[in-house]
């Protein structure tokens, strides 16, 4: 019987085609980043409250971020940003995700995900959340400590893309 490929030369091959697949895959999921006209009409659909963060509200961070928004519901509250640059908003994701940590000490789950466009830090449990969200020059930060209010939180992270 004559062999058609060899083991040794097909190898190669078929791991460069797995790791471009991987690399498409990875790249084709990230989310595209939403306007802040998107995100009220998102979380205001959700039944949210939402109105603008004024500049002392956001501190430091005043000079990298250009847009500010709060939506709440019941103990949910989402802060959405939108920063000068990307380089403003991983500063911004970055207290955003430090808070994750000390808001909730002891999770049931955490998941961490950082790619060249988009940052990702959540931490839960069946009742309450913390998470931070970071796509392009936009960054989301929410929490909420009941179920009925991690489920909205989820429900506006999803309506959005994030």
């Known amino acids: ?14 791991l460069g085609i797995l790791f471009l697949a991987a690399i498409l895959v990875g790249c084709a999921s990230s989310p595209e980043p939403v306007t802040a006209d998107e995100f009220i009409a998102a979380a205001e659909a959700l039944s949210f409250e939402v109105y603008e963060s004024p500049a002392d509200e956001i501190g430091h961070l005043a000079e990298v971020v250009t847009s500010s928004l709060t939506a709440s519901r019941g103990t949910a509250s989402v802060i959405f940003d939108t920063c000068i640059d990307e380089e403003s908003a991983r500063i911004v994701f970055d207290f955003f995700s430090n808070g994750v940590e000390e808001l909730f000490a002891s999770p049931r789950s955490e998941r961490i995900d950082n790619r060249l466009t988009w940052n990702f830090h959540e931490r839960r449990s069946p009742t309450a959340l913390t998470i931070a969200i970071r796509v392009d020059n936009t960054v989301l930060g929410a929490s909420a400590e009941t179920a009925e209010d991690v ?3 989820d429900a506006l992270i999803a309506a959005i893309g994030y």
Do not use: E, Y
């Open 1 to 14: 019987m004559k062999r058609i490929v060899s083991s040794g030369k097909f190898a190669p091959i078929a």
């Open 151 to 153: 489920a909205a939180v």
